[in-house]
């Protein structure tokens, strides 16, 4: 049995360890455009802001492909899948058969293009090279630094050069950062925390131009205003990492559709990670959420699929826990949905009592929370939303910090 894995991100190397687990003959190759053994996605941020180390970035010693008995085909980027001959063509023109796929490719950053960025010093914030990028310019001296996004990866890459001593200035389309994981009201608070610690917000502005001669010097902004930065992070989202998959072949919404063994619509073929919608918990539909222990869950459990030990995945549930200054907070499920129709939605607190908490619910059933400076019954409420746990007493007792949640059982 030869079982290919494409990506070693924490889904691909998770997945090996179930094969390798039932099985300690296969043969299991691993494929990766990046030229690093796995390491921790999530500490990317840290690493920036100089809370951490880059040495400590890789989730196992360097010879995890050989305890792990794994071919490393790594530094090559997948350039065609052929779903009935079960061939992966690489970029160089190489073909690797295999009996079982995993598609754990992950998700690439997306590009700004306008004129001049191609500049030196413009960088996105996604891999293990980027944060190298990253800290080999503030090394040279970065003074004024731009960050385009509000999302998690911009708010993240802000935070960490304001801890610098950088002077960061953030372009958003909406009216504070992280919109997709909170409310406005939650959101402000977070943006004036961000202002107090001197980040300069610009809100309904966006790049036309980069200037420079061989690293960047400035932006040219819509607006008609020019801003000195001499480092830019793009953070403008993410796009799973599936070019190499014939229209048509394989069933696909933003990334490749799943049932609960993470298996494609083609047999043998399994998804994980950022590149798999999953059964969302939340949302009781498919949904790709991008988050480091989803990741790795769904990892494991394609693995021992594809070594015939059939495991069934619940589903996943969005969520994000960070510290911003003085501000501990906390997002589960739905937390800010778009279309509110047929959801109740309470909420108690504001900037000026310092914390905050919004709760969201579908009938009886809460499907979202957003916590700031409350986060204590933060389980609780996540083992609520993933149990679907009917809520049969007035709503407004679940505010209080010192409600009895066993009362719900």
């Not at 295999?98 to 914030?125: C, E, W, Y």
């Not at 980027?130 to 970065?142: E, I, Y």
């Not at 960050?147 to 050069?161: D, E, P, Q, R, S």
């Not at 069934?312 to 907070?329: A, E, F, Q, T």
Request: aromatic letters at 6%; glycine letters at 10%; hydrophobic letters at 40%.
């Amino acid at each position: 049995m030869k079982h290919l894995i494409i990506g070693n991100g924490t889904a691909g190397i998770n997945a090996a360890r179930a094969i390798r687990e039932m099985d300690a003959t296969a043969a299991i190759v691993m494929v990766s455009d990046e030229t690093f053994p796995p390491y921790s996605r999530p500490m990317i941020s840290y690493v920036l802001e100089g809370a951490e180390p880059h040495e400590k970035l890789p989730l196992f010693p360097d010879n995890v492909y050989e305890d792990l008995n794994i071919t490393p085909v790594l530094g090559h980027r997948v350039a065609h899948l052929d779903v009935k001959k079960k061939i992966v063509r690489l970029e160089d023109a190489t073909e690797i058969d295999f009996h079982t796929l995993l598609i754990a490719s992950g998700a690439d950053a997306r590009q700004i293009k306008v004129p001049g960025s191609d500049l030196g010093n413009i960088f996105t914030m996604r891999t293990q090279k980027d944060v190298l990028d990253h800290l080999k310019a503030v090394s040279q001296g970065v003074k004024n630094a731009l960050v385009l996004g509000g999302g998690l990866v911009g708010f993240k890459a802000a935070h960490a050069l304001l801890k610098r001593g950088i002077n960061v200035t953030m372009l958003i389309t909406s009216p504070y950062p992280l919109a997709m994981q909170v409310d406005e009201t939650a959101g402000k608070m977070i943006l004036k925390e961000l202002q107090t610690h001197g980040l300069t917000v610009k809100v309904g502005v966006s790049v036309t131009a980069f200037d420079g001669d061989e690293t960047v010097k400035n932006a040219r902004l819509d607006s008609g205003e020019t801003l000195e930065c001499d480092l830019v992070i793009v953070g403008k989202g993410v796009d799973p990492s599936l070019g190499f998959i014939p229209e048509n072949d394989i069933d696909m919404g933003y990334g490749i559709q799943v049932d609960s063994y993470l298996c494609s619509s083609v047999p043998d073929i399994y998804a994980a990670g950022d590149a798999a919608e999953t059964f969302d918990i939340a949302r009781q539909t498919r949904w790709i959420n991008a988050i480091w222990p989803e990741a790795a869950i769904q990892g494991r459990i394609a693995g021992f699929n594809m070594a015939g030990r059939k495991v069934s995945y619940p589903g996943s549930l969005g969520r994000n826990v960070m510290r911003i200054y003085g501000l501990d907070v906390m997002t589960m499920g739905l937390a800010n949905p778009e279309n509110t129709k047929d959801l109740e939605i309470i909420q108690a607190g504001d900037e000026k009592a310092g914390a905050y908490r919004r709760l969201v619910f579908s009938g009886d059933i809460l499907v979202g929370a957003v916590l700031i400076n409350q986060i204590e019954q933060g389980g609780i409420l996540r083992a609520m939303i993933e149990n679907r746990v009917p809520v049969r007493i007035p709503k407004k007792y679940l505010m209080s910090l010192n409600y009895n949640y066993s009362r719900l059982l």
